[in-house]
């Protein structure tokens, strides 16, 4: 592999492992400040995760145990 083809390769377990990484940062503020955003995040991080071929990266009850908490008594997120 020349230098132009490893340039231009995709690292995917880096980019797995920063998808990973994004709900871990609860002791920094902007983890807070951004929670009205994290149900997309959620969305766009399964969306990238699947085009990687890693869907499985992230355990499937913590996924759906957030989004059920996002839900308001009236169906509502």
Do not use: P
């Not at 920094?28 to 990238?48: I, M, P």
């Amino acid at each position: 592999m020349d230098t132009s083809e490893k340039q231009n390769r995709l690292l995917v377990d880096l980019h797995v492992k920063y998808i990973q990484s994004l709900d871990t940062k609860k002791d920094d503020l902007e983890y807070w400040l951004t929670e009205h955003l994290r149900l997309s995040g959620v969305y766009w991080g399964l969306t990238a995760l699947d085009l990687l071929n890693s869907i499985d990266a992230l355990k499937k009850e913590d996924v759906v145990k957030y989004v059920v908490s996002c839900q308001h008594d009236n169906g509502q997120c």
